[in-house]
């Protein structure tokens, strides 16, 4: 059974940065494609970035493309999310997973993020 634990949430303000990390265990992190995505207050979960098994490419949504970067550690099995100029915008709680629903395990609890204006 493969576990996923996100953090490094928190709240901030506007314009401020938060690193958001993703540890894995329990399976073979570095085959598969790895995202973040996020759900906002009163919406569904969305895509937000993510990075091949190599980690030569990332992938990100338009909301946040130029904002956060998306890092990953085969070694440590960890992912890493970069998040600069966050916005208001930005709240909500951030899960990590495979990036292919057929790949995708248990959600783990996600980490909120706050952005206060």
């Known amino acids: 059974q493969v576990y996923l634990v996100e953090s490094g949430g928190g709240l901030v303000q506007a314009g401020r940065s938060l690193n958001l990390s993703c540890a894995a265990s329990?399976?073979?992190?570095?085959?598969?494609?790895m995202a973040w995505f996020r759900q906002r207050p009163g919406k569904e979960r969305e895509f937000v970035a993510l990075?091949?098994?190599?980690?030569?490419?990332?992938v990100y949504a338009d909301s946040v493309k130029g904002r956060f970067t998306l890092s990953r550690d085969n070694n440590k099995s960890t992912l890493h999310l970069q998040m600069n100029s966050l916005k208001p915008e930005d709240t909500a709680v951030y899960y990590c997973?495979?990036?292919?629903?057929?790949?995708?395990?248990?959600w783990g609890r996600g980490t909120q993020v706050t952005v206060s204006s």
């Open positions: 997973n495979a990036h292919r629903p057929d790949d995708q395990v248990p």
């Open positions: 329990g399976g073979t992190f570095a085959s598969y494609d």
């Open positions: 990075i091949t098994s190599s980690g030569l490419r990332t």
